[in-house]
C-alpha cells in the first residue's frame, strides 16, 4: 500500500501518478475507509436494506452520537465507512441534488442518478490540485421507478451495482459470507438474520452483538425509509441467538 522512500515523491499530490501506474493518495483514502467500522446493504424482496456497527472506543461514548446511517430522501438513505466529517459534507451535497431535483422536475431522484453525482464528485477531488480525496465509501441505496438499488461509491469515484454490499473493517468476511448465503428475494426477517451473522463473523469471538450498538433500517416498496427500532432489533438478535 505505501511507496518506498524512492517513489515518495508521488504521493505528495492526488494528481500525481507513479511511474507504475498508482495514484497513492487515493489508495490512502482507500486505507481509512478499510479501518472504519463494518456497513452492510443488502436487497431483499420488498426493499433494501441497511445495517452499521457503531463500535465505540470508549464506554463513556454515546453510541447514538455517531453517524454512520444517513436518510438523504425519503427513499435513498446511504451507509458510510471512512471519514465522518467527509462523509456528512457529501450527504450534505447528496440532500440538496434531492430537494434540487423535486424543485426542477416534480418527482423523486433516481437512486443511480444521485449515486452518479456524488461519484462524479468524489472523481473530481482526484484530479485537481489543491484538493484531497475524500475518505469514505458509502453503501447508497433505495427504491425509485426502476425497482430495488444498491450502490457503492469509492473514493476514487467508482461506483457499482451490487445485492450485497459490505464496506468498512471486516468487508473480505462479510462478503465472502454474502456470496455463499444471499438469495434473491430473501424474505425480511432473513435478511436481517444474514445482516446480523455477518457482522459477528467479524467480530472476535468472545465479542457479543451488542444492540445498543446496532442501527439498522429499511426503504420498502413504498419508497419510504423506516428505521428498525432498538426493541425490534433486540427481537431480532434474540431469534438469532437460538439458531
Known amino acids: 500500500m505505501y511507496p518506498s522512500p524512492k517513489m515518495s515523491a508521488y504521493d505528495r499530490a492526488a494528481t500525481m501518478f507513479s511511474p507504475d501506474g498508482r495514484l497513492y493518495q487515493v489508495e490512502y483514502a482507500s486505507k481509512i475507509v478499510s479501518q472504519g467500522t463494518l456497513g452492510l446493504g443488502l436487497v ?30 425519503d427513499h435513498i438513505a446511504a451507509v458510510s465507512s471512512g471519514l465522518v466529517g467527509d ?114 463473523k467479524t467480530l472476535p469471538e468472545s465479542e457479543k452483538l451488542d444492540p445498543s450498538r446496532l442501527e439498522f433500517g429499511y426503504i420498502d416498496l413504498r419508497m419510504k425509509y423506516n428505521s428498525i427500532p432498538k426493541e425490534e432489533m433486540k427481537s431480532h438478535l434474540a431469534n438469532f441467538s437460538k439458531k
Not at 477531488?125 to 433505495?142: A, D, E, H, K, L
Open 87 to 200: 462523509a456528512r459534507r457529501l450527504v450534505e451535497i447528496a440532500r440538496q441534488k434531492a430537494q434540487e431535483n423535486m424543485v426542477y422536475y416534480e418527482e423523486p431522484i433516481h437512486v443511480e442518478t444521485l449515486v452518479k453525482e456524488i461519484s462524479g464528485i468524489k472523481q473530481a477531488f482526484t484530479q485537481y490540485g489543491g484538493m484531497r480525496p475524500f475518505g469514505v465509501s458509502f453503501i447508497i441505496g433505495g427504491v425509485d421507478e426502476s425497482g430495488k438499488r444498491l450502490f457503492e461509491t469509492e473514493p476514487s469515484g467508482a461506483l457499482a451495482e451490487y445485492r450485497a454490499i459490505a464496506i468498512g473493517a471486516g468487508r473480505n468476511e462479510a462478503m465472502d459470507l454474502f456470496e455463499k448465503e444471499f438469495k434473491d428475494e430473501m424474505a425480511y426477517d432473513d435478511g436481517i438474520a444474514l445482516m446480523l451473522k455477518a457482522i459477528k
Open 44 to 73: 431483499y424482496d420488498k426493499g433494501v436494506l441497511f445495517g452499521v456497527d457503531k463500535k465505540t472506543s470508549s464506554k463513556l461514548l454515546i453510541p447514538e452520537s455517531i453517524e454512520k446511517l444517513f436518510v438523504i430522501d
